[in-house]
């Protein structure tokens, strides 16, 4: 492993029995990764791409099919004991038993990594995540947002070299999400590496250095956000129209000057041109010239999404766009 | 604090936090007892039915009682409870020793088999039960009973970690029904007709039940009885937390 790379990943498979009579499923099929020391990293995909069952093996939590692992510098499959001193976890599902209070948690949780303390070092992580002042109250009375920054804590008591956040504000409400990210970029100031998963397209956008995207178990781009974005070199004009409107818009739009290609797009139609402001006066005129009214045009960069939909010819199932999650 | 300490202590107060958990597999014991001291009181009189010893029927059923109480699925259930919200998860992530999980339970187990038995046989002490043995026979009882809970825990969180379900792992309780009843819990192993008494002579619970009941019926410490006992308790929990550990090794696989 170099030194730059904290974790890496190379041939990375899971491959899962099927059921009676099932053919097998493989889950990753045979990736490779490199995450910088220090980096936040995107693992970005649809539901059911791979995301959780790569996180689960880098964590320990499940068997390695087959590839090789390293994190923090310890292969995973022959040292998973001292892996898990090296990494904190916040999985999908937020794992705190409703029965125990916030601080009875955190100090159980810095006893079991033997942190020097716990009382001292629940009480600093309380503060951290703004938790003090619910600190007695019993988890199960929790909202969801204070139970992700709770899960959170737990993840952090050991200060571990690499955090996975596996979807970490998949449910969340537009205000606690942004307070997760604001946490997760507290963290990584402090040298800590992030590992994130997310369907959350802003999210990638916001936190992460580099993204891969993951789609059937495959990795499908990988780079920085802008990097990715710019290789499909286009500005993306998104026109609303009616359904009925779609074929005909189509045809006269394919006369834009610069034109790249056209999409369908929730709200009408995509069209990606190479300068999109100079575009936009041609748009409207093509358009009217066929007697179509469209609804709102905008303009806008290309979006992670459309690099997921280059690269794999469909949009992320239930991935929410930028705009969405940022409402 | 040791790991496995920490995690004790987290399901003591998972327990006493939850009493609905607890009370249940309290209730249906005492339930029984009672009703079945109503129904065959008046035919076991201390005076005429010799395998009393001189106590009310009450002292011979609340060994049955005890063994009853303590036999529960509630660790198996938490297991589940555990997998269900992902806590086991954040467990199994942790540089921690597996098995420290599965004793953490277990040691909650005999924290609550001890409240559980005192409980019992306070009931049957305000019944007219005495335990002839004395106060190193009450301790012998409560300890032996709490016990004989940690030993056949082992089965609920086994059934537990491998089929992540409710439903199954409650089974684990209706398990232990056919081995309570198919022992002498009513009536001596001599009165019992041939076919159960066979089956009630290769069942472990016979003896357990036998040595709880040898120190409330008899002045003196049968040690004969509590060998059988102790020994049925010992390999009953050695198999069964082995069979648990192993589930707990081979859950991701």
Request: charged content about 20%; hydrophobic content about 50%.
């Amino acid at each position: 492993m170099s030194d730059q790379q904290t974790i890496e990943v190379r041939g990375l498979s899971k491959r899962y029995r099927g059921a009676r009579g099932q053919p097998d499923v493989e889950a990753v099929r045979g990736i490779d990764l490199a995450v910088g020391r220090g980096e936040v990293f995107g693992f970005l995909g649809p539901n059911g791409a791979g995301k959780t069952t790569t996180v689960r093996m880098l964590c320990t939590l499940l068997p390695i099919s087959a590839g090789e692992a390293t994190v923090a510098g310890v292969d995973v499959r022959r040292d998973a004991a001292r892996v898990r001193e090296r990494i904190g976890v916040a999985l999908q599902e937020v794992g705190l038993d409703p029965t125990q209070t916030a601080r009875e948690l955190l100090e159980l949780q810095c006893g079991l990594y033997k942190v020097p303390d716990p009382p001292a070092r629940a009480d600093e992580l309380l503060g951290l995540v703004g938790l003090s002042d619910a600190a007695d109250r019993l988890v199960r009375a929790y909202s969801g947002g204070m139970k992700r920054r709770l899960d959170l804590a737990t993840a952090l008591v050991h200060e571990p070299e690499v955090l996975f956040l596996d979807e970490p504000t998949t449910g969340l409400d537009p205000a606690s999400r942004v307070t997760i990210w604001n946490e997760v970029r507290r963290i990584n100031s402090t040298g800590t590496t992030v590992f994130l998963t997310t369907q959350y397209l802003e999210e990638a956008d916001q936190l992460c250095e580099r993204v891969a995207i993951i789609d059937d178990g495959k990795i499908v781009a990988e780079g920085t956000p802008d990097a990715l974005k710019s290789e499909l070199g286009s500005d993306v004009v998104t026109v609303g129209l009616q359904a009925a409107q779609h074929e005909a818009a189509r045809a006269a739009l394919s006369g834009v000057p610069s034109l790249d290609h056209i999409t369908d797009a929730a709200e009408g139609l995509a069209v990606y041109v190479d300068d999109g402001a100079a575009a936009v006066p041609d748009i409207v005129r093509l358009l009217d010239e066929t007697d179509i009214r469209p609804g709102a045009i905008t303009l806008s960069r290309p979006s992670l999404d459309d690099v997921f939909l280059a690269a794999t010819g469909r949009r992320i199932e239930g991935a929410v766009p930028a705009e969405a999650a940022s409402k | 604090m040791n790991e496995t300490l920490l995690l004790g202590r987290r399901a003591v107060r998972e327990v006493w936090r939850i009493p609905a958990a607890t009370i249940p597999a309290l209730f249906i014991p005492v339930f029984f007892l009672v009703v079945n001291l109503g129904q065959v009181n008046k035919i076991f009189s201390p005076l005429h039915t010799p395998f009393l010893h001189g106590q009310h029927y009450v002292a011979f059923q609340i060994p049955v009682s005890l063994v009853f109480a303590v036999s529960s699925a509630t660790s198996g259930l938490a297991m589940v409870t555990d997998i269900d919200i992902g806590y086991l998860d954040k467990l199994l992530a942790a540089p921690i020793r597996r098995t420290a999980i599965v004793w953490g339970r277990l040691g909650a187990d005999l924290v609550r088999g001890v409240a559980v038995s005192a409980i019992v046989l306070a009931v049957g002490y305000a019944f007219g039960a005495r335990v002839k043995s004395g106060a190193t026979g009450v301790a012998l009882l409560i300890v032996l009973s709490a016990l004989w809970g940690v030993a056949y825990a082992g089965i609920a969180i086994a059934i537990a970690l491998k089929t992540k379900n409710v439903q199954t792992t409650n089974a684990s309780f209706l398990i232990f029904f056919p081995l309570l009843f198919l022992t002498p819990n009513f009536v001596p192993m001599d009165l019992l007709a041939g076919p159960l008494q066979t089956i009630a002579r290769i069942n472990p619970v016979t003896y357990v039940i036998t040595g709880l009941r040898d120190l409330v019926l008899f002045h003196d410490i049968r040690w004969g009885s509590l060998g059988a006992c102790v020994l049925t308790i010992v390999v009953t929990g050695v198999v069964l937390t082995w069979l648990s550990m192993r589930a707990l090794a081979t859950f991701a696989d």
